[in-house]
Nanobody, 123 residues
Framework: QVQLVESGGGLVQAGGSLRLSCATS????????MGWYRQAPGNQRERELV?????????DYADSVKGRFTISRDNAKNTVYLQMSSLKAEDTALYYC???????????????WGKGTLVTVSS
């Protein structure tokens, strides 16, 4: 069974840095696009896209994080990272990992989500 487990969240002061990791496991044949999304506390809207990275390494970022966050992946470890710098109070959110994964024998990929890791930025 596919699992995504995020780690690296915590409390940091404004201007500081954190590195999030998302490790995937369980019957994986290949992983296509991986990404990070976030949802601020009390925000009932859909999760906001933060950054994505394709299997070939192409990246895309939300305008609000460009120049401050960097997404990367280690295909050998089936892991995606999010390096966050110059953090602001408005970056406070639950950060979720998503991956489009093809499991053994499947004809197409399915989106899987982790349970999230909380990032709190104090001003």
């Amino acid at each position: 069974q596919v699992q995504l487990v995020e780690s690296g969240g915590g409390l940091v002061q404004a201007g500081g840095s954190l590195r999030l990791s998302c490790a995937t496991s369980g019957g994986i044949f290949s992983i296509r696009t991986m990404g990070w999304y976030r949802q601020a506390p009390g925000n009932q809207r859909e999760r906001e896209l933060v950054a994505t990275i394709t299997s070939g390494g192409s990246t895309d970022y939300a305008d609000s994080v460009k120049g401050r966050f960097t997404i990367s992946r280690d295909n050998a470890k089936n892991t995606v990272y999010l390096q966050m710098s110059s953090l602001k109070a408005e970056d406070t959110a639950l950060y979720y990992c998503k991956a489009n994964i093809i499991t053994g024998g499947a004809p197409y990929g399915i989106d899987y989500w982790g349970k999230g890791t909380l990032v709190t930025v104090s001003s």
